[in-house]
């Protein structure tokens, strides 16, 4: 196959040469392609520049060769690093022996759109929309098989109250990823096997289905769901715009052949989604999609552009402060309580979490995760060990990419990544310097009392050394007749968790304004802000404006005591 010399040529864009059949070399095909696939690609393009420079033309210009190999040997090196970065290790780390907790928290599995394409007759989603696919089922099981495989010994095969805790939001598809996980992890024996005829490998496990946890923007009672997502809905993030501007000819594409209105990204995300399923259930794609219409775009290119807009949504929130912090801050807490607890030598051994890609992947960054994105059935897994230190280490967990799972050390936050050791372990107080506010310790006011119940149903602990807990408030013990103490906890109040939110912002408040933090001004801080919404807190104008009066306040309280 000999280079051809075209004086208008585009094809390429060199010297006006055009290689037969080949399409010029981009980037944006590889983003959504396996490992497998570029390599596949990258060896045909190097086998065609090759080819072409081993016959090259006397009536071509050598310096053309050279620029034509710069960029196709920088494509390669470009697409191996990329590829390098995101191929999945073979085989899952092993847990430390040392370790007395095992937390995880998972994307739901596959499911099908929101909504469905309609130009084809369909072979899948029978299931109906959103709901979990037999892809997404499995990927759960593969889930609990690797976690199983993982704990080991720390929890038994036979579901045990006192051993786990698991929590799911109330969507259908986390609640079935959820039960598919544990079907994997608690596969019974013994005693635990109670039917061994018809479910010889499986045994129902418990739940708790807590959405202000796991679904924040379906709570009707969280004001804050529609101001935090506004920004996202309507596009009018700077990111978002970008995404519609650069590409207004192809939404518009993708308008006039699907009939939807893509003035929303979300449409095009559900365009995605489609895609995404007729590739695992090896259905055919629309005819405007097999054979594009829209210049410069082959099917593959067109296919590798919708996928672009998958979940463009959700990971917008994730990226979003107002919204990543409401919908994860709860979860963000459990978790330190639940690391606490362990701590103490008590809870649990293993805690699940199902929820979605927004809340998921938002609790992760909090956490310290270096994450972008989530596909489906990824998420995290926290090893905590109290011995020889108290410590946890950050981990991911991905399907791979559906029967298998695999665990893995994640890609931290350079100031948790200063802190790790070799194994990848972070001291837990560094961990909750992050992940929790923390005060330095000179605006800390002596006090002979550091826990401090507060009249908003829950309680805050203010430590000399400038770790500040906000917790809930401790629950009612009774005495039983044996003379031992019950602590009798009861699920975290809607308005309780709201308190908790608006006192942690409070104070990073104080803190950043260098207000002494004590019970006094804490309490009025708390109340003088409840004019305002808890996001506006961390706005520049309403903090300093409200730093101020604090500050006032506590000032004329001062000289009237005296």
């Not at 399409?23 to 080819?51: C, D, G, Q």
């Not at 418990?206 to 809905?233: F, H, Q, S, T």
């Not at 501007?245 to 893509?262: G, H, P």
Request: charged content about 25%; hydrophobic content about 35%; proline content about 6%.
């Amino acid at each position: 196959m000999q280079p051809t010399v075209k004086k208008n040529a585009t094809t390429m864009g060199y010297y006006g040469i055009e290689l037969p059949g080949i399409e010029p070399p981009k980037l944006e095909m590889y983003r959504h392609r396996t490992a497998r696939e570029n390599r596949r690609i990258i060896s045909l393009y190097t086998l065609v520049l090759f080819r072409a420079v081993l016959f090259r033309s006397s009536s071509i210009p050598s310096e053309f060769y050279i620029k034509l190999m710069k960029p196709t040997l920088l494509l390669i090196l470009t697409v191996s690093i990329t590829q390098s970065a995101h191929i999945l290790p073979k085989k899952s780390v092993a847990i430390d022996k040392n370790s007395v907790l095992v937390l995880f928290g998972t994307r739901h599995g596959n499911r099908h759109p929101e909504v469905f394409l309609q130009e084809n007759p369909r072979s899948w989603g029978q299931e109906g929309n959103t709901e979990l696919t037999s892809f997404g089922k499995r990927q759960g099981l593969g889930l609990g098989k690797e976690l199983r495989s993982f704990v080991g010994d720390l929890i038994s095969r036979n579901y045990n109250s006192s051993q786990v805790k698991y929590y799911s939001s109330s969507a259908n598809r986390c609640q079935m990823t959820l039960q598919t996980v544990t079907a994997a992890l608690h596969d019974p024996e013994q005693w635990g096997d109670w039917d061994k005829k018809w479910y010889d490998h499986w045994s129902p496990v418990p739940y708790a289905i807590d959405d202000p946890l796991l679904r924040m923007y379906a709570v009707k009672e969280c004001k804050g769901n529609d101001k935090v997502w506004a920004p996202i809905d309507q596009d009018s993030l700077p990111s978002l715009k970008k995404l519609k501007t650069e590409n207004s000819a192809e939404l518009k594409y993708f308008a006039d052949n699907t009939k939807w209105n893509m003035g929303n990204l979300g449409k095009a995300a559900d365009l995605a989604d489609n895609l995404i399923e007729i590739d695992l259930f090896k259905a055919e794609y629309p005819a405007w999609v097999k054979a594009p219409k829209l210049k410069g775009y082959t099917v593959e290119k067109l296919k590798a552009k919708i996928l672009e807009f998958a979940e463009v949504h959700q990971n917008a929130c994730a990226e979003y402060g107002p919204c990543g912090n409401l919908m994860a801050g709860y979860w963000l807490q459990d978790i330190i309580d639940k690391l606490v607890t362990a701590n103490s030598g008590k809870g649990p051994r293993v805690v699940g979490y199902a929820s979605h890609t927004e809340i998921t992947l938002s609790v992760m960054k909090l956490m310290g995760y270096k994450k972008d994105e989530l596909t489906t059935s990824a998420g995290f897994v926290v090893e905590f060990k109290r011995l020889p230190k108290p410590s946890v280490r950050l981990l991911n967990h991905d399907p791979n990419p559906i029967d298998d799972h695999v665990i893995y050390p994640a890609e931290l936050a350079p100031k948790l990544k200063k802190e790790a050791d070799k194994d990848g372990f972070v001291p837990l107080e560094a961990f909750f310097s992050f992940a929790k506010p923390y005060v330095p310790p000179h605006l800390i006011k002596k006090s002979k009392k550091h826990f401090h119940t507060l009249p908003y149903g829950m309680a805050v602990i203010i430590g000399c050394n400038g770790s500040v807990w906000v917790t809930t408030a401790l629950p009612e013990t009774t005495l039983e007749e044996d003379g031992s103490h019950v602590h009798e906890f009861q699920i975290v109040p809607l308005d309780a968790r709201l308190a908790m939110v608006r006192v942690a912002a409070c104070i990073r408040l104080l803190r950043d304004y260098s207000i002494s933090l004590y019970l006094n001004s804490l309490t009025t801080c708390y109340e003088m802000s409840q004019p305002y919404e808890v996001k506006e807190l961390a706005e520049q104008e309403t903090s300093s404006r409200l730093a101020y009066l604090i500050a006032a306040r506590l000032l004329q309280e001062a000289q009237q005591q005296n």
